[in-house]
C-alpha cells in the first residue's frame, strides 16, 4: 500500500460522481452564492444535510453570519449556472446573479430558477475541516420536480446521469 500525496488524494476522489448544487444566502440584500459538490444528506429525522465550502469564498462567510441558507440541486439543463457560481466566467459574486429571476425561501435566500430540487436550511453547526468549513443545515421548507435529470461532475468534467432501466 502507498502513501497518497495530494495530487494522488485529488484523482482518487475524481472517480467519485457528484451531483451539482449552487448553495446561496441574502444577507442584507446582498445574495452570494457558490457552486458546490461536495454536499450530503445527514439524517432523516431530523433532516440534516452537510455541505463543505473552502476556506476562501465569502459566501461561506456570510452563511455562518446570517444563520440560513438555501442549496439549488441543478438540473442537466443549467450546465451554465453551475459554472457561472463556480466562477468561471467572473469572480464578481453579486453579479453572478444578473438576469436570473430567483424565488426566495421564507428565510430569504433566493434560489436559482428551474432547479430541479431546492432546500431551505437553518445553519445548526460549523466545524472547520482541514482548508474547508462543513456546514450542517437543517432543512426548514424545500420542494422538487420528478421531471428532471441532475448536473453531475466526474473525473474533472461535467455530465449527465443516464438512467439504465426504468422507475
Known sequence: MSIIDG???????????AGITVVSVNSDDDWQA???????????VPPLVC??????????????????????ILSDR????????????????????????????DLGDPIIPDAMAWLS??????????????FIGRVVQGGWTDDKLPLLYHNRQWGVFQPTEDK
Open 7 to 17: 495530487q494522488g488524494f485529488k484523482n482518487i476522489l475524481a472517480c467519485w460522481t
Open 34 to 44: 457558490i457552486t458546490v459538490n461536495s454536499f450530503a444528506s445527514v439524517s432523516k
Open 51 to 72: 455541505l463543505n465550502i473552502a476556506n476562501r469564498p465569502d459566501t461561506r462567510k456570510y452563511m455562518a453570519h446570517e444563520g440560513h441558507f438555501a442549496v439549488s
Open 78 to 105: 443549467q450546465l451554465d449556472l453551475g459554472k457561472r457560481f463556480a466562477g468561471y466566467f467572473d469572480d464578481r459574486l453579486q453579479e453572478r446573479f444578473d438576469g436570473l429571476d430567483c424565488d426566495l425561501t
Open 121 to 134: 436550511c437553518t445553519l445548526e453547526h460549523t466545524l472547520d475541516v482541514g482548508e474547508n468549513t462543513m
